[in-house]
């Protein structure tokens, strides 16, 4: 027997260039447990990754903000605020760092990201204007809803799917992975996961991005021998 998974996406089931790292399909489709994405990526984007893998669509998405299980989405956090944050922002001199397309908030529905070249002091001035908080995921500025997070998704989807949070394995790489690792029974943390990460999982591994994920998993894999 193998526990179910709760995955970060970039850093953890990606090559160092930010590529979904194809062995992906080889390993996930196959896993015998629930597989559950949780990301700070936009809610189209693990929906995605589920059906390219044939996988259900189980998700934790904008960090808590979406959760979809069994074919029900659920919504937390005020994208509304986080879009007068950056209208602010931008008022002030701030630069977002998206093109006129801005394809990296066109879809997302409880948040909003800037690029990490975004001025952070500015950014977070102004978010606590408007009672907001700024995660940095290392690939971007969240700005979101206090006391929205991953680890709250994933009690959400393990209630539905009728398990306890504990009995899930987790692995991440970023600060916004810690409330993943604070409600999963084991977690890990990639070697390229940020101080926040490392301080916060059972586990830190030796291999980075990929590798580390498909590290952990061999590890399970072994124990349910």
């Known amino acids: 027997m193998v526990p179910p998974l709760a995955l970060d996406i970039d850093g953890t089931l990606t090559t160092p260039a930010g590529a979904v790292d194809p062995r992906v399909f080889d390993v996930l489709p196959a896993w015998d447990a629930p597989v559950v994405f949780a990301t700070g990526k936009a809610f189209p984007y693990p929906v995605a990754l589920c059906h390219f893998l044939g996988v259900p669509e189980i998700v934790v998405a904008e960090n808590g903000g979406v959760v979809c299980v069994d074919d029900t989405v659920r919504f937390a956090g005020d994208r509304g605020r986080a879009e007068r944050v950056i209208e602010a922002f931008e008022a002030r001199g701030g630069d977002t760092g998206w093109g006129a397309a801005d394809l990296a908030n066109r879809w997302r529905e409880t948040e909003l990201?800037?690029?990490?070249?975004?001025?952070?002091?500015?950014?977070?001035?102004?978010?606590?204007?408007?009672e907001m908080e700024v995660v940095d995921t290392g690939y971007a500025y969240h700005v979101k809803t206090p006391g929205v997070e991953k680890g709250?998704?994933?009690?959400?989807?393990?209630?539905?799917?009728?398990?306890?949070?504990?009995?899930?394995?987790?692995?991440?790489?970023?600060e916004n992975d810690a409330s993943t690792f604070a409600v999963a029974g084991r977690s890990f943390a990639v070697a390229n996961a940020d101080a926040v990460a490392r301080e916060a999982a059972a586990v830190v591994l030796d291999e980075s991005y990929m590798d580390g994920t498909l590290a952990a998993l061999e590890t399970l894999t072994t124990l349910g021998d």
């Open 152 to 174: 709250d998704g994933l009690e959400l989807v393990a209630d539905e799917l009728g398990l306890s949070p504990t009995q899930f394995v987790a692995v991440g790489d970023s």
């Open 113 to 130: 990201i800037t690029r990490t070249t975004a001025d952070e002091r500015l950014l977070r001035e102004v978010a606590a204007e408007f």
